[in-house]
Structures are given as C-alpha cells and as structure tokens.
C-alpha cells in the first residue's frame, strides 16, 4: 500500500510532525512518519533517523557521527536521497523544516520523479527557493510563523497543507492519452524552426518544448532520466555558450548526460550557439568590453561568439555526445545558427559558424548509430525543420 511520506527532524519539530502526521490520517490517507533529525526524536516515528541515515554511501556514521551540525545536515540531505530512491510505497512526500530540515527534505524530494506529489512547509518558503526546488515540482508552502510550537496559526497551515497532500495522493492524475513524450528545446531566434517541428510531430508525439534557459535544458534532462520522455530533438544548445563562458543561463557539466545514460533518440543541432547571455548592460563583465552584443530588451543582452569560443563550443558538445551509445544525428544548418546569425543578421559571421561546425565534426565520432549531417540551409528554414523532423522519425524506428 502507497503512503504519505510526512518528514520532519522530529528532534526540534516533533510536535509539528506528530500534528501533521494526523491531520493527514484524519484526511483519509496512510501515512509514515519520518524522522531525518540528527538527534533524538521526541515523538513517535515510523522511521528513525537512523535508518535513514544508514543509507548514506559511507554509512550512518557520516552523518550521525559527526559533531558539526552543518556536516550533519548535509550528509543527512545525502542519505534521505538515498533512502527514498529505495522505497516503492510513496504515494506523496511532505515535509516541514526550517533552514536545515527544508535542506534534508528537499535533497529527497529533488531525488524523486516529475509528477509525484511533494509539498515543503517551510520558514524559506517565501524567498529565492531556487536552492531547494532546482528543476523539480516541488510546492513551496510558507510557514508563515517559525516552527517552534504549534500556534493558532501553524494549526491551520498545517492543516491545509495535510488536506493539499492527501488529495494529491488519493487522487493522481490520470494517465496520459498514450502518445509518447519528447522534448525540444527552443529559444526565441530559434522558434520557427521549433515550432515547426512540434506542429510536424503533436499527431504522433507528446511535444514538451522547453525554455533554453539553463533551467530548461536541466528540467528536460530530469525527465529523460525519470523515464517520462521517449526521444529528444535538441535543436537549441545555446546554454554550453553560458556554461562555458559565463553567461547568465548557463547549463550544468552534466549536459547531455541524460541522453548518454538513458540512450534515448537524439537530434541535435547548433541554434542559438552564435551568443551568451548577460543582464542590462551594466551587468556585463568588464573583461568583455568592446565585444559585439545585440539588447535583446532592455533587461538582455546578448554577445556574439567568437571563432575560438565556438572551437571550444563545438568541441564541448562533440565529447559528450561522443559517449553517447543510443542513436544520434546531429544536424548541422550551413547558412546560419539563429535568427540573428543570417546574412544581413546582427550575429552574422560564417567563419565563426565554420570553426563551429568543423569543431562538432572533429570531434563527435561517428558510428553505426552516431552520425552528423550538414545541411545547406538556416536553423529556421522550413526545409531544416522538415529534416529535423525526418531524422527524428527515422532514429526513433531503430
């Protein structure tokens, strides 16, 4: 039987989780009570802080060992991961914390799958909860009072949040209408093209199309590794140019990793590989001055790669996909990477594209199912969105 996974560090909020604990009960949902607190609980509990613990890679030692509460707290974090990851019978996961218990909990609920619900009840609810939530589905609900004793108030927080997770439990969404997921990444200079692939591919396919925002690329990646897409046109790989040379959106080392480990259909493609992103102006880094930049609106700016920065661009993403084993096409637009690289464009510079091209074909190795493919046409020509399209039918087939 799946339960409600209420989380708490029972040691200083047991009181709190004990009410919780019932209020979902009362709702009509199983629950288990879980304790992630580095000391002694001082209520019952379903799990013990030490069975979580001994869940970590080094041992419960590495967390419950240790004198230093912030070591603890993270080593915690570490091990619920873990401990989750290793249950069958979570129908939900809600959580309540300060600093180190939102920490904790978040760590597992960031570990679990898209779709699942996961309510964190926190004093850091109303902040930036970028740390905590990540590219998860995680709900951050405030506490509005801090977590020290039950208040009129926290009553009733506690109560709505007991009724929101019970419902999401009992009643899950229904299944999908049983077209495969794939996901797309786009920017806005390479929306045509994008868009013109989705609208090629909604009969067949589920399109989940995904900001280029470093967050995008991170939220589509988690997808593939929790199983829910079936193949992934990545058309727009412009968050390597913010990694590497430290824009605003940036990707993460571990782009494209997803594609390697789950060995998914893959097309790629170089949109929007001709800028990195920064804030107005001012935001810019001096060591960049005298640079060419497009203001994309008056809170964007937009700055154009060089011929050794798309060498190192194009090299980046050849030894990734290089460890690819699933099939992969990489299509390559001769005439242009986005909307403002075209002839008469802002970003228009062909012997920059050319060391970027030259770069991906050097170093992505091909194989029986590894290949690279120029096309003379620009990212958002009709006839490249119909190529994108082709090569993804085609490798999907395999």
């Not at 339960?3 to 604990?21: I, N, P, S, W």
């Not at 401990?83 to 600093?99: K, L, P, T």
């Not at 009724?163 to 045509?192: E, N």
């Not at 590989?273 to 001096?286: C, G, H, K, Q, R």
Request: net charge negative; aromatic share 6%; with cysteine.
């Amino acid at each position: 039987m799946k339960r409600v996974y209420a989380v708490g560090t029972a040691d200083t909020k047991g009181e709190e989780l004990a009410f919780l604990a019932d209020a979902i009960t009362a709702a009509g949902a199983a629950v288990c009570r879980i304790n992630v607190g580095t000391r002694g609980a001082t209520v019952p509990v379903d799990v013990t802080a030490g069975e979580v613990a001994a869940h970590h890679p080094e041992g419960a030692d590495a967390v419950l060992g240790s004198n230093d509460r912030g070591t603890s707290v993270a080593a915690m974090g570490i091990a619920f991961a873990h401990f989750v990851q290793s249950r069958n019978d979570i129908a939900g996961i809600i959580g309540i914390g300060g600093g180190g218990g939102t920490s904790i909990i978040t760590s597992g609920m960031r570990a679990m799958p898209l779709g699942l619900p996961k309510i964190m009840v926190s004093t850091l609810a109303s902040g930036d909860t970028a740390p905590y939530v990540d590219v998860s589905d995680i709900i951050m609900m405030p506490s509005v009072t801090d977590m020290a004793g039950l208040n009129q108030l926290s009553r009733v927080v506690l109560h709505n949040a007991a009724q929101a997770i019970s419902g999401m439990a009992a009643r899950p969404a229904p299944p999908p209408d049983g077209k495969p997921s794939i996901g797309l990444t786009m920017f806005g200079v390479t929306t045509p093209c994008v868009t013109a692939i989705a609208d090629q591919l909604r009969s067949t396919y589920d399109c989940m199309v995904f900001h280029a925002t470093g967050t995008g690329g991170r939220s589509m990646e988690k997808l593939a590794d929790s199983g829910l897409l079936s193949g992934i046109i990545d058309i727009t790989t412009t968050e390597v140019c913010d990694l590497l040379f430290g824009g605003v959106l940036p990707a993460t080392e571990d782009r494209f990793g997803a594609i390697a480990r789950t060995g998914l259909p893959y097309v790629g493609s170089v949109g929007a590989l001709d800028m990195v992103n920064f804030w107005a102006p001012s935001t810019i880094p001096e060591h960049y001055r005298g640079r060419l930049f497009y203001e994309h609106n008056p809170n964007v700016t937009l700055m154009r790669t060089t011929a050794d920065e798309c060498r190192r661009i194009g090299e980046w993403i050849g030894a990734r996909l290089s460890l690819c084993e699933g099939p992969i096409h990489f299509l390559i637009p001769e005439k242009g990477v986005s909307a403002l690289d075209i002839e008469g464009g802002a970003f228009f510079d062909p012997e920059a594209d050319t060391v970027l091209f030259e770069a991906i074909e050097r170093t992505i190795r091909p194989n029986a199912t590894r290949r690279v493919t120029r096309l003379p046409l620009h990212i958002n020509d009709p006839e490249f969105a119909k190529a994108a399209t082709s090569a993804f039918l085609d490798i999907a087939r395999q």
